[in-house]
């Protein structure tokens, strides 16, 4: 296994359209995570999932934006009607959670969206 | 939610150097990582430190919990270790906040 993978690396799309990122993470691990990352800031939050379950989401991700992880392994994250304000770095990182174990996150190299 | 501060912004050495890069956070945690982000944009865990002492090579780095801040040193300090410096702790449930981030120059 090497790492966590993202797809595609990089995508310039059009106001207006969607788009869509995949994310593979670590076999074994069993939480996925999405961030995204504007110039110049930390990486924020968006949404994390549990195995298939996505446990949390962030007030960043509007209803334009959707995340699956159908079972279990790999994530997509999609966008609908894509704005200039979407454009960013958008990261995805898994960890294995053991009870009373750390969380230790490995994030993939990101897929860079740029909406024009 | 938890306020996350890194000092300096920006930094920049000649290689050889040593550099002490800070994180002030707001709250307690439970958890603080270190991540390089290289100038490719992949972020790399360096230490999962919530509190005491961790070396790996050249790099270390402290957490002092009860007063809210961690140091990571960079020692003997090479060109690649250019790029972003953050730190991260928990903002409640299982997200972590990261700060802005120190940008690290070095210069051969």
């Known amino acids: 296994d090497t790492g966590v993978s993202q797809d595609p690396r990089h995508k310039i799309t059009k106001r207006g359209q969607n788009v869509t990122f995949r994310c593979d993470p670590i076999?074994?691990?069993?939480?996925l995570y999405w961030y995204r990352q504007t110039l110049g800031q930390g990486p924020e939050f968006l949404t994390y999932?549990?195995?298939?379950?996505?446990?949390?989401k962030s007030r960043l991700l509007s209803d334009r934006f959707s995340a699956e992880r159908p079972k279990g392994s790999f994530s997509t994250l999609e966008i609908q009607r894509t704005e200039q304000g979407d454009s960013a770095m958008y990261l995805c990182?898994?960890?294995?959670?053991?009870?009373?174990?750390?969380?230790?996150?490995?994030f993939g190299a990101g897929s860079r969206l740029t909406v024009l | 939610g938890i306020q996350v501060e890194q000092s300096p912004p920006d930094l920049i050495l000649q290689e050889g150097a040593n550099s002490t890069l800070r994180c002030n956070f707001s709250d307690s945690v439970n958890n603080l990582q270190w991540f390089h982000q290289n100038p490719w944009g992949q972020l790399i865990n360096l230490f999962y430190?919530?509190?005491g002492t961790k070396q790996n090579g050249r790099l270390s780095a402290t957490t002092v919990a009860t007063e809210r801040y961690s140091l990571l040193y960079i020692s003997s300090s090479q060109t690649t270790d250019s790029g972003v410096y953050f730190c991260a702790v928990p903002g409640g449930s299982e997200k972590l906040v990261f700060g802005k981030g120190t940008k690290l120059t070095v210069n051969p």
């Open positions: 999932f549990q195995n298939e379950a996505q446990l949390e």
């Open positions: 990182a898994s960890s294995l959670v053991r009870p009373s174990g750390a969380n230790v996150l490995t």
């Open positions: 430190i919530p509190s």
């Open positions: 076999s074994e691990h069993n939480r």
